[in-house]
């Protein structure tokens, strides 16, 4: 059974850095086609994706936040911790990790089939 | 990036009513997209990816489709828990979500 639960600051101040640590279960970080991925939702907004690390350490970043985003790993722990830099009132949203699921060789069919209940992150001085 | 766009944003359907959800991509994606729904205050739930294959679980009066870049998620018959936002999501480069369609209750 997988599970996956994010921690971390319920608010921060602007300019702050957040740290948020994905804690899960039920899978090995590094078995070949599995990742973990972020994505957020700012309150009655859609989905957002924030990054991805792969069971090989390959990382990946929306390409309008990946100034402001790291993303590690630690397969040990079965941890991933999100740092976000420069933090202001609109990050606030629902953060979510989720377990990243390929489906074949082919590389191309992923899907997020496990997601953790979410965090709400406020961000306000 | 690929763009995703969503349509309706929200729609009102009743109880029995077939319900069509359709999200074009910026460009081609092949058939690397999938669909979520999600409740209020719950995390997203995988019903469909690769345009059409329905995950373990989901109910079969869902399904999905795709001609082109037009991407299709389809309620046969709408029953009361389906009232939720579904949000597509491509796979084929820097992932994207669609903006969501809210299906309400007429």
């Known amino acids: 059974q997988i599970t996956l639960r994010e921690s971390g600051p319920t608010l921060v101040k602007p300019t702050q850095t957040l740290t948020l640590t994905c804690t899960f279960s039920?899978?090995?970080?590094?078995?070949?086609?599995?990742?973990v991925g972020w994505i957020r939702q700012p309150p009655g907004k859609a989905l957002e994706w924030l990054a991805l690390?792969?069971?090989?350490?390959?990382?990946r970043y929306s390409p309008s936040l990946k100034s402001r985003l790291t993303i590690t790993k630690d397969t040990s722990k079965n941890q991933v911790v999100l740092t976000m830099t420069n933090m202001d009132p609109v990050d606030t949203a629902t953060y979510y990790c989720a377990h990243y699921l390929r489906l074949d060789s082919s590389g191309y069919v992923w899907y997020f089939d496990h997601w953790g209940q979410g965090t709400l992150v406020t961000v306000s001085s | 990036d690929i763009q995703m766009t969503q349509s309706p944003s929200s729609l009102s359907a009743s109880v029995g009513d077939r319900v069509t959800i359709t999200c074009r991509a910026s460009q081609s994606i092949s058939t690397y997209l999938n669909w979520y729904q999600q409740k209020p205050g719950k995390a997203p739930k995988l019903l469909i990816y690769a345009a059409s294959s329905l995950q373990s679980g989901v109910p079969s009066r869902f399904s999905g489709s795709r001609s082109g870049t037009d991407f299709t998620l389809t309620i046969s018959s709408l029953l009361p828990e389906d009232f939720a936002t579904y949000y597509c999501q491509q796979s084929y480069s820097t992932l994207t979500f669609g903006g969501g369609t809210k299906v309400e209750i007429k």
């Open positions: 690390i792969y069971w090989d350490d390959d990382k």
């Open positions: 039920g899978f090995s970080l590094s078995t070949s086609g599995v990742g």
